[in-house]
């Protein structure tokens, strides 16, 4: 775990230096979630203008005996582990079959990684493997280590698909076909399209918790880079895009100033009003959700969507 972490801090440090310099600057959407930044993110998902974790979590508390029904039990990875209230309804609706699981969790957040470790410990009929690290190595880890021919069940619940641009959303569900075999499982959990309204207060909440989500990236920066931003002098805005069904995040300067991150020899210049792009999240329409696992290599077996929030749960067949 130690060696991943120090890999991890690299790579930070190599990508803000190069997508910096970008034009508009940028930053990845994955650094956001430091330890306070998925507490400050499990704050938002309790929010009442944010309800994608609720209403996955209604459908999933509906569906869950189908999904396993379908799996059997085998080993179940998950992408983007949160703090596992997801997977520990799907473990448990396993372990009323008489099913087992393996059980590998992948996020860069070590706080994540622990909280599901101990919410499914305590469950008999599951192990569990944590791996400290992006989706695709923890991905690659985890078909590296499968040793039997039990399915598969790969988890990308909270709609973090929404987070890759639409060819490389498609790129990375074709990567996980890839590492699948037939008969294997996808259960995808995404976000739908709604009025713009909703997505603002969604995104940018009255009670400041997204800005302050937002704008922990520069803190983190400051700590483990030595950067010296200066958090009142950047404001958190949201955006609706139409044309590419996105809302985004932005950093914004709030006067031209200029950043140094020293140990890096970093210098950025910023002017007035220009952004640090730091998150997309893309929305889609229930179909095109199952065009996307059809070009992919997947085959929809079943999807539910929940009216009330306009949110769609896909289970796709490898």
């Known amino acids: 775990m130690r060696d991943a972490a120090a890999a991890l801090a690299a790579?930070?440090?190599?990508?803000?230096?190069?997508?910096?310099?970008?034009?508009p600057k940028q930053l990845q959407s994955k650094y956001l979630y430091d330890q306070l930044g998925s507490s400050l993110f499990e704050a938002i998902c309790r929010l009442p203008w944010y309800h994608i974790t609720r209403a996955e979590s209604r459908l999933l508390a509906r569906h869950a005996a189908e999904i396993v029904e379908e799996f059997g039990g085998g080993t179940i990875v998950e992408l983007g582990c949160g703090s596992g209230e997801k997977i520990v309804m799907l473990a448990e609706a396993l372990q009323s079959r008489?099913?087992?699981?393996?059980?590998?969790?992948?996020?860069?957040?070590?706080?994540?990684?622990?909280?599901?470790?101990?919410?499914?410990?305590?469950?008999e009929h599951v192990s569990v493997v944590g791996?400290?690290?992006?989706?695709?190595?923890?991905?690659?880890?985890?078909?590296?280590?499968?040793?039997?021919?039990?399915?598969?069940?790969?988890?990308l619940l909270g709609s973090n698909i929404g987070n890759f641009d639409t060819p490389a959303a498609l790129d990375f569900l074709d990567r996980i076909r890839r590492t699948l075999r037939p008969g294997d499982l996808l259960l995808l959990g995404a976000d739908l399209t709604k009025p713009e309204a909703d997505l603002i207060l969604a995104y940018d909440d009255p009670l400041g918790v997204t800005a302050a989500f937002n704008k922990n990236l520069l803190v983190r920066m400051n700590r483990e880079l030595g950067a010296d931003?200066?958090?009142?002098r950047f404001a958190h805005r949201a955006a609706?895009?139409?044309s590419e069904q996105r809302i985004e995040m932005h950093l914004?300067?709030?006067?031209?100033?200029?950043?140094t991150i020293a140990p890096s020899g970093v210098i950025v210049n910023f002017d007035a009003g220009?952004?640090?792009?730091?998150?997309?999240s893309y929305k889609y329409d229930p179909e095109e959700l199952q065009d996307m696992g059809a070009t992919a290599?997947?085959?929809?077996?079943?999807?539910?969507i929940d009216p009330e929030a306009a949110f769609a749960l896909t289970v796709f067949l490898a």
């Open 11 to 23: 790579e930070f440090a190599a990508d803000v230096r190069r997508d910096l310099a970008l034009t």
């Open 98 to 123: 008489g099913g087992t699981a393996r059980v590998h969790l992948i996020d860069i957040s070590s706080q994540a990684l622990e909280q599901t470790e101990e919410r499914l410990t305590r469950l």
């Open 131 to 155: 791996h400290q690290s992006t989706y695709e190595e923890g991905l690659r880890r985890a078909a590296a280590a499968r040793t039997t021919e039990d399915p598969v069940l790969v988890l």
């Open 229 to 232: 931003f200066e958090l009142t």
């Open 240 to 242: 609706w895009t139409a």
């Open 252 to 259: 914004v300067s709030l006067a031209v100033q200029r950043v």
């Open 274 to 280: 220009e952004h640090i792009w730091t998150e997309s």
């Open 297 to 304: 290599g997947f085959m929809t077996l079943k999807q539910w």
